[in-house]
T-cell receptor
């Protein structure tokens, strides 16, 4: 049973455009929703995270939108740059920090 | 402050061979995790530890064993490697006061 569903699998966006990656979760006990960014040959690194008591969180060009009733959340990358090309994982967790990851989205920003 | 380090970076094994992957962290974190990453599958939790001397099974524990004899080290063992264990293995750690997990650079393992 896949607890965190992520889409799309891959995404190509023009430089300066908006990249949008969507995730849906099933377990209402999840209380922490991070996004991780992974460059080729590197380990994932936390990009931005949100808790269900807020509907949006913004850090620079990166924004998480959270819809608790729909059990969905999304990552928006504004003014996408070639340096943003990476694989992005949404995730959800509860208790003891055990994180359930989505399957990832490979983002490519065209120069 | 090196963060999370993993040894080795690459390894090729033959079916049936054994090996141990070492994860070390210098952040004094209580919690440590082992994941495997396969194409199109995301990151799946193999085993984890909430403190020195304690370990627990994750989502895909079969074929693996772990030990946490020292707080800073978390070892992942493969007793009899199988081609299905070809993967990239990541270790992560976290403190008790924040949710962020810090990942190592990974070990790419190929089992022939």
């Amino acid at each position: 049973q896949q607890q965190v569903k992520q889409s799309p699998q891959s995404l190509i966006v023009q430089k300066g455009g908006i990249s949008i990656i969507n995730c849906a979760y099933e377990n209402t006990a999840f209380d922490y929703f991070p996004w991780y960014q992974q460059f080729p040959g590197k380990g994932p690194a936390l990009l931005i995270a949100i808790r269900p008591d807020v509907s949006e969180k913004k850090e620079g060009r990166f924004t998480i939108s959270f819809n608790k009733s729909a059990k969905q959340f999304s990552l928006h990358i504004m003014d996408s740059q070639p340096g943003d090309s990476a694989t992005y994982f949404c995730a959800a967790s509860k208790e003891l920090g055990k994180i359930i990851f989505g399957k990832g989205t490979r983002l490519h920003i065209l120069p | 402050n090196a963060g999370v380090t993993q040894t080795p970076k690459f390894r090729v094994l033959k079916t049936g061979q054994s090996m141990t992957l070492l994860c070390a962290q210098d952040m004094n974190h209580e919690y440590m995790y082992w994941y495997r990453q396969d194409p199109g599958m995301g990151l799946r939790l193999i085993h984890y530890s909430v403190g020195e001397g304690t370990t627990a099974k994750g989502e895909v524990p079969d074929g693996y064993n772990v030990s946490r004899l020292k707080k800073q080290n978390f070892l992942l063992g493969l007793e009899s490697a199988a081609p299905s264990q070809t993967s990239v293995y990541f270790c992560a750690s976290r403190s008790t006061t924040e949710d962020t997990q810090y990942f190592g650079p990974g070990t790419r393992l190929t089992v022939l």
